[in-house]
């Protein structure tokens, strides 16, 4: 499974963006998909994901009432949308997909998101 992100960018606190993350490849056996971010100095972590049978959805308390997460199956694609953007939710975006029987993790380049106060 191969993974593209578009639609980060430079936005004001209390802004909008929406991300989007393409799959190709192996699409039918993704098992779940879903948005890490990582800031500089921290480490990455889950901000969102969603699961291809059940879909299911998990948020960060962080980001929970904020932002939601959804797919487009048809069209393979993944969405973030980001509402009440905060100068915190800086960082760098990745969009991940786990699929097949071995659970293997593809992920995309990433898109930075920046929020400025």
């Known amino acids: 499974v191969q993974l593209v992100e578009s639609g980060g960018g430079l936005v004001q606190a209390g802004g909008s963006l929406r991300l989007s993350c393409e799959a190709s490849?192996?699409?039918?056996?993704?098992?779940?998909m879903g948005w890490y971010r990582q800031a500089p100095g921290k480490q990455r972590e889950l901000v969102a994901d969603?699961?291809?049978?059940?879909?299911?959805?998990n948020y960060a308390n962080s980001v929970k009432g904020r932002f939601t997460i959804s797919r487009d199956n048809a069209k393979n694609t993944m969405y973030l949308q980001m509402n009440s953007l905060k100068p915190e939710d800086t960082a760098m975006y990745y969009c991940?997909?786990?699929?097949?029987?071995?659970?293997?993790?593809?992920w995309g380049q990433g898109t930075q998101v920046t929020v400025s106060s």
């Open positions: 969603i699961f291809t049978t059940s879909g299911s959805t």
């Open positions: 991940n997909a786990n699929w097949g029987w071995s659970h293997i993790d593809s």
């Open positions: 490849g192996s699409t039918s056996r993704i098992n779940a």
